[in-house]
Nanobody, 120 residues
Framework: QVQLVESGGGLVQAGGSLRLSCAAS????????MGWFRQAPGKEREFVAA????????YYADSVKGRFTISRDNAKNTVYLQMNSLKPEDTAVYYC?????????????WGQGTQVTVSS
C-alpha cells in the first residue's frame, strides 16, 4: 500500500508558475514510477507527466511539454511537478500517481488531488 499526499496547488494568473509536491508514505518509494494526472470538470482524468524510479526517464503530455518538469527526490520520498507558463486550460485537479512501471495509463495508487486554477 502506498499513500500519496499532494500539496502546492492554488490560484495563479496565466503565465505564472506553481510547484506541486507529492509525499509518499512507503519504504519502497524508489521502486515506483511516479506520475501526475489531472482532471478538469466534466472531463476524464488525463496523463500529464511521469518519471521512472531512478529519475532517468521522463514522459510528458504534448500539451505540457516544454512548460512542465517532473522530478523526484528518493531520499525524501517526494515527487515534484514544476509548472511554468500556466494557461487557463491547465485548470484542473492534479493527482499524484504511483505505479510499478512507467506508464501513461491511469492505474496504480492515487493521492487525494490538489486544485490548480489559472485565471486569464
Amino acid at each position: 500500500q502506498v499513500q500519496l499526499v499532494e500539496s502546492g496547488g492554488g490560484l495563479v494568473q496565466a503565465g505564472g508558475s506553481l510547484r506541486l509536491s507529492c509525499a509518499a508514505s512507503t519504504r519502497t518509494f524508489s521502486t515506483y514510477a511516479m506520475g501526475w494526472f489531472r482532471q478538469a470538470p466534466g472531463k476524464e482524468r488525463e496523463f500529464v507527466a511521469a518519471i521512472s524510479w531512478g529519475g532517468t526517464n521522463t514522459y510528458y503530455a504534448d500539451s505540457v511539454k516544454g512548460r512542465f518538469t517532473i522530478s523526484r527526490d528518493n531520499a525524501k520520498n517526494t515527487v515534484y511537478l514544476q509548472m511554468n507558463s500556466l494557461k487557463p486550460e491547465d485548470t484542473a485537479v492534479y493527482y499524484c500517481n504511483a505505479q510499478q512501471r512507467l506508464s501513461t495509463m491511469a492505474l496504480g495508487y492515487w493521492g487525494q488531488g490538489t486544485q490548480v486554477t489559472v485565471s486569464s
